[in-house]
């Protein structure tokens, strides 16, 4: 079973940018997606970014177009959420997600997603 740990969220102000981590304990080869979601207090938990394999398609939610960015390390089986120009409404905690690949028009659903890290808190406040 592979394990994902998240990490990397903190206080940061409005426009400021921030890195996400997510290490898979073990290599993941293949057909697969990676994701992160987040999650406001009150709110469901929604879909902020993918990446799938082969060929390292993306998406992204409307709202951060542009701001984030979502990669991989391969050496280190890290996968990163690059998050700029931050605003605050990108507070959440933040969720890394993984599993079988999936078409683009279901990488949005948490529900087809096997692997799920703890979550990072990023706030965004001045």
């Known amino acids: 079973q592979v394990q994902l740990e998240d990490s990397g969220g903190r206080l940061v102000q409005p426009g400021d940018s921030l890195r996400l981590s997510c290490a898979a304990s073990?290599?993941?080869?293949?057909?697969?997606?990676m994701a992160w979601f987040r999650q406001a207090p009150g709110k469901e938990r929604e879909f902020v970014a993918s990446?799938?394999?082969?060929?390292?398609?993306?998406d992204y939610r409307d709202s951060v177009k542009g701001r984030f960015a979502i990669s991989r390390d391969s050496a280190k089986n890290t996968w990163y959420l690059q998050m700029n120009n931050l605003k605050p409404e990108d507070t959440a905690a933040y969720y890394c997600?993984?599993?079988?690949?999936?078409?683009?028009?279901?990488?949005?659903?948490?529900?087809?997603?096997?692997?799920w890290g703890q979550g990072t808190q990023v706030t965004v406040s001045s």
């Open positions: 990446i799938t394999y082969p060929g390292s398609a993306q």
């Open positions: 997600a993984g599993g079988p690949r999936l078409i683009r028009s279901s990488v949005g659903s948490s529900q087809y997603y096997s692997y």
């Open positions: 073990e290599r993941i080869f293949g057909r697969y997606t």
